[in-house]
């Protein structure tokens, strides 16, 4: 059915710059607000960005400045342009989405995630 493939993670050094991107696929009516969340070792699950469906933007004060994230409806894709990349950015991402089926049916997915290690 309908599933959400992150990809675009890897290793860069502090300071560096890396692009995240999230696909959606299937049987979708529309997309509500798309949205990236990251897991560091031994941390909680927090939101990192996520931008409505009308393109309103909202970030975790700790990326301000320094993310971007951005959404190509025709596409099905989210990203998120990260610069300046810090030690403590390094985490695993994930993308989330909320879906309206065809059947007018709201649902929520994740997807697998990337991770992103910052270390020089």
């Known amino acids: 059915q309908v599933q959400l493939v992150e990809s675009g993670g890897g290793l860069v050094q502090p300071g560096g710059s890396l692009r995240l991107s999230c696909a959606a696929s299937g049987s979708i009516f529309s997309i509500n607000t798309m949205g990236w969340y990251r897991q560091a070792p031994g941390k909680e699950r927090e939101l990192v960005a996520a931008?409505?469906?009308?393109?309103?933007?909202n970030y975790t004060d700790s990326v301000k400045g320094r993310f971007t994230i951005s959404r190509d409806n025709a596409k099905k894709t989210v990203y998120l342009q990260m610069s300046s990349l810090k030690p403590e950015d390094t985490a695993v991402y994930y993308c989330?989405?909320?879906?309206?089926?065809?059947?007018?049916?709201?649902?929520?997915?994740w997807g697998r995630g990337t991770l992103v290690t910052v270390s020089t």
């Open positions: 989330n989405a909320g879906f309206h089926t065809f059947a007018a049916r709201y649902f929520e997915l």
């Open positions: 931008i409505t469906s009308g393109g309103i933007t």
